[in-house]
């Protein structure tokens, strides 16, 4: 029997997800598929494709994980570029860390221990600020952003590639009836307990659809706000810029 149960209580929501990708992260990038639907490369691929990252830039990937974005930044900016991948769950960044290593890319993404509510960054230090499939669980999603627009360069781009709400009808039941109880149910025996993909669809619901997700990127101050939705709006990419001075 597990440590944890659904009915076990969290002191906060950041004592519970950092409980549950503590237990996932080896078996993190396997789910990540299942949850996509296989889908989450293209939707990076496409992402990085409309960012367009040069040789020579900087970028922070935010709640970094297993470092694949970090990984993707990387290889974009070239040796003399700088990337550093963020996290507050350490077996996460531990597996992010060999995955680096194995790519043999060590030396060229920093693995940094920090929280995203207040990145350990000076202001105006990034072109880029990324957060992939991890937006939906911090404890202020406004902060974080105000936080990536903070360390981002004037002009710089600050970009969400997330989970999103279908926007037509039928897709839309179909895949909830996937993600609410089929997902949970694969994710509960690969986990080997019953709390950490209770989470996912528990972490979607309350979280913003993509217009309104939009909009709290303009509200935070963001301007040429893009939104795109990806495979029928499971996903979606969100851009905006930090006004230059």
């Known amino acids: 029997m597990s440590e944890f149960s659904s009915k076990t209580e ?47 830039q900087s970028a922070v990937d935010v709640c970094t994980g297993t470092g694949d974005w970090a990984l993707s930044l990387a290889t974009a900016a070239g040796p003399a570029g700088k990337v550093v991948g963020v996290d507050f769950c350490e077996p996460m960044l531990e597996e992010g860390i060999r995955k680096a290593a194995k790519a043999g890319m060590a030396d060229r993404v920093e693995m940094l221990h920090g929280n995203a509510m207040a990145l350990p960054f000076a202001d105006s230090t990034f072109d880029y600020a990324t957060i992939g499939f991890a937006l939906r ?93 990806l495979t029928f709006g499971i996903a979606a990419m969100h851009i905006g810029y930090k006004p230059k001075e």
Do not use: C
């Open 10 to 56: 969290f002191a906060s929501k950041e004592e519970k997800v950092h409980y549950i990708f503590s237990k996932i992260a080896k078996r993190y990038d396997l789910m990540n598929s299942l949850l996509s639907l296989w889908q989450h490369k293209l939707w990076r691929s496409a992402t990085m494709r409309r960012m367009n990252v040069r040789s020579g």
């Open 137 to 229: 669980n911090v404890p202020d999603i406004e902060q974080v952003i105000r936080e990536m627009k903070r360390v981002v360069k004037p002009g710089g781009l600050v970009v969400s590639l997330e989970l999103s709400k279908p926007e037509r009808p039928i897709f839309r039941s179909i895949y909830y009836f996937y993600f609410e109880k089929v997902l949970p149910k694969l994710g509960s025996l690969a986990a080997k307990d019953d709390v950490s993909y209770s989470w996912l669809p528990e972490s979607l619901r309350g979280f913003p659809d993509r217009q309104g997700l939009a909009n709290l990127f303009e509200h935070v101050g963001l301007v040429n706000v893009e939104s795109k939705p």
